[in-house]
Structures are given as structure tokens and as C-alpha cells.
């Protein structure tokens, strides 16, 4: 009999939602500051992981800071969970280990960023770490076939923001919503949330798939790179600016999306 955290532990399924609600405010904060500083409004061009010490620099950082991280917390136990429950039924085949195994390398993306803010409240230390994406690219590129490898990663980046772009297309996104009723009362919100999120994650990986393709054909990890270069990337060229801008508050428009999953994430916690 499948194990169930709504029958035993309840307190699970609030501390997921509180995960993902944390995502959803990471994905809000670095679209807007990117958009407005591409706008010339202020703001910061920022990823994910610049939120971290621009929330410690805040008043009131700290405890901000410390937060955000026990959210996050919530985020990885959400994903860590359905690798090992397996609620949505995806199995053991081909396909489904793909995808818990997606389920797994986020879970622990967001963990060491979690990790990252810990540290900073309690070490005070502003040092950002070393990107992951050149890292992972100059470890391929030191194997044999090194480029080919980064080929292959880049091709799985770039099918991974099709499938963004697909399920912007199709709607699919509304799956990860299961509670019929908050679909019904933020009908507009989620369809329009999901489609320019979606769309607007789909633009940024198709870019990060590019970086490590220019990686692979110049054998130089320096070249790859995630959020941070993709914002460099689109911020190029005459209408730099602007592009950046439209990508990156369109991106903000996930994290709406997020907070909306987030509220009606149920008890067997698919989505």
C-alpha cells in the first residue's frame, strides 16, 4: 500500500506549499529586478542565486535571509518526495525514472542554495560560490569525448525548454493544479500566469542550451553558464535592453504561477 503524508504526517503537505510558495517569491524577485534594471527603473540584473545577498543586504537580512532558506527547505522535501513516493504514478520505466530523476537534481540544486543562505546567516559571508554551469561543463570537458558530452547536456537543456514552450502551447501546465476549485476561481490568472511563465522559462534554457553548445565548439567551460549569462546574452544587440526587460518580467509571471500552485498543492502532492 502506498505510503501517505496526509494521513500520517499533515504537517508535510504545509511546509511543501510554504516551498513552493519561497520558489515562487525567488522567481517574483529576480524577474522584477532584472526587468527594472533593464528599464533603467533601479533594480539589479540578478539570477537566483544574487537574491540570496541582496536579501541579506536588506534591513532586517537576516532573519529574511533565514526565511527564505527554511522555505526552500520545504521546496527540496516536496521534490525529494516525490522522487521516493512516486505520487503521480510515472513508475519505473524509462520515462518515469527520467523524470524523478529531474525531480532529484532540482531537489538538490535548491538545497545548496538553501545551504548557500544558511551560511551567510550564520558566517556572514557574502562570497558568492562558483557557478555550477562552468563547473559541470570543464568536468565533461576533461573527459574523453568532453565536447560531446556538452553537446549532449546542452541538447537535453535545449528539449527541456521546448517542453516549457510546449506546455505553455497546450495548457498542461493547469495539471499541476489539481484542486478543481481554485483552477475555477483563478481561471485567467493561472492561464495567462502559466503561459508567459512558461514561455518566458523556455526562452531562458533554449539560451543556456546555446551557452553550452559555445562551450562544446570552443572547448572553454568559461563559456557556459545559467540565469545570470542568459541575461548577459539577451541583454546584447540594439533592442538588448528591451528584449532583456520582456523576458525578465515575463519570468516574474512564473513565480505568480508558483504561488497559485502552491495554494492548491493537495495532499497526495502531485504537481
Same mark, same amino acid.
Given at each position: 500500500?502506498?505510503?501517505?503524508?496526509?494521513?500520517?504526517?499533515?504537517?508535510?503537505?504545509?511546509?511543501?506549499?510554504? *516551498?513552493?510558495?519561497?520558489?515562487?517569491?525567488?522567481?517574483?524577485?529576480?524577474?522584477?529586478?532584472?526587468?527594472?534594471?533593464?528599464?533603467?527603473?533601479?533594480?539589479?540584473?540578478?539570477?537566483?542565486?544574487?537574491?540570496?545577498?541582496?536579501?541579506?543586504?536588506?534591513?532586517?537580512?537576516?532573519?529574511?535571509?533565514?526565511?527564505?532558506?527554511? *522555505?526552500?527547505?520545504?521546496?527540496?522535501?516536496?521534490?525529494?518526495?516525490?522522487?521516493?513516493?512516486?505520487?503521480?504514478?510515472?513508475?519505473?520505466?524509462?520515462?518515469?525514472?527520467?523524470?524523478?530523476?529531474?525531480?532529484?537534481?532540482?531537489?538538490?540544486?535548491?538545497?545548496?542554495?538553501?545551504?548557500?543562505?544558511?551560511?551567510?546567516?550564520?558566517?556572514?559571508?557574502?562570497?558568492?560560490?562558483?557557478?555550477?554551469?562552468?563547473?559541470?561543463?570543464?568536468?565533461?570537458?576533461?573527459?574523453?569525448?568532453?565536447?560531446?558530452?556538452?553537446?549532449?547536456?546542452?541538447?537535453?537543456?535545449?528539449?527541456?525548454?521546448?517542453?516549457?514552450?510546449?506546455?505553455?502551447?497546450?495548457?498542461?501546465?493547469?495539471?499541476?493544479?489539481?484542486?478543481?476549485?481554485?483552477?475555477?476561481?483563478?481561471?485567467?490568472?493561472?492561464?495567462?500566469?502559466?503561459?508567459?511563465?512558461?514561455?518566458?522559462?523556455?526562452?531562458?534554457?533554449?539560451?543556456?542550451?546555446?551557452?553550452?553548445?559555445?562551450?562544446?565548439?570552443?572547448?572553454?567551460?568559461?563559456?557556459?553558464?545559467?540565469?545570470?549569462?542568459?541575461?548577459?546574452?539577451?541583454?546584447?544587440?540594439?533592442?538588448?535592453?528591451?528584449?532583456?526587460?520582456?523576458?525578465?518580467?515575463?519570468?516574474?509571471?512564473?513565480?505568480?504561477?508558483?504561488?497559485?500552485?502552491?495554494?492548491?498543492?493537495?495532499?497526495?502532492?502531485?504537481?
Amino acid at each position: 500500500m502506498r505510503f501517505r503524508f496526509h494521513h500520517e504526517t499533515p504537517w508535510v503537505l504545509y511546509y511543501c506549499r510554504i *516551498g513552493i510558495a519561497s520558489l515562487s517569491a525567488l522567481y517574483l524577485l529576480t524577474g522584477s529586478l532584472t526587468a527594472l534594471s533593464a528599464m533603467g527603473l533601479g533594480g539589479k540584473r540578478v539570477d537566483q542565486q544574487d537574491v540570496i545577498p541582496f536579501l541579506f543586504k536588506l534591513p532586517l537580512g537576516r532573519i529574511t535571509l533565514f526565511i527564505m532558506a527554511l *522555505g526552500m527547505g520545504g521546496y527540496v522535501l516536496w521534490r525529494l518526495t516525490q522522487v521516493w513516493t512516486d505520487p503521480a504514478g510515472f513508475g519505473a520505466g524509462p520515462k518515469g525514472l527520467c523524470i524523478r530523476a529531474g525531480y532529484l537534481i532540482s531537489g538538490l540544486l535548491y538545497a545548496s542554495m538553501a545551504g548557500y543562505a544558511l551560511r551567510m546567516v550564520w558566517e556572514d559571508r557574502s562570497r558568492k560560490p562558483m557557478h555550477g554551469a562552468p563547473l559541470v561543463a570543464a568536468a565533461l570537458l576533461d573527459q574523453p569525448h568532453g565536447p560531446d558530452l556538452v553537446r549532449v547536456l546542452a541538447l537535453i537543456i535545449f528539449i527541456v525548454g521546448m517542453v516549457q514552450f510546449f506546455r505553455a502551447f497546450t495548457e498542461r501546465f493547469r495539471r499541476q493544479i489539481p484542486d478543481k476549485n481554485i483552477n475555477r476561481r483563478f481561471d485567467r490568472l493561472i492561464r495567462w500566469s502559466g503561459r508567459i511563465g512558461f514561455t518566458a522559462r523556455g526562452v531562458v534554457l533554449v539560451v543556456i542550451a546555446r551557452l553550452f553548445q559555445a562551450a562544446a565548439n570552443h572547448a572553454n567551460a568559461r563559456e557556459a553558464g545559467g540565469m545570470g549569462k542568459a541575461w548577459d546574452f539577451l541583454g546584447k544587440g540594439p533592442w538588448g535592453h528591451e528584449t532583456l526587460a520582456m523576458v525578465a518580467a515575463c519570468l516574474a509571471f512564473y513565480g505568480v504561477f508558483l504561488g497559485v500552485k502552491a495554494w492548491g498543492l493537495g495532499p497526495d502532492l502531485k504537481g
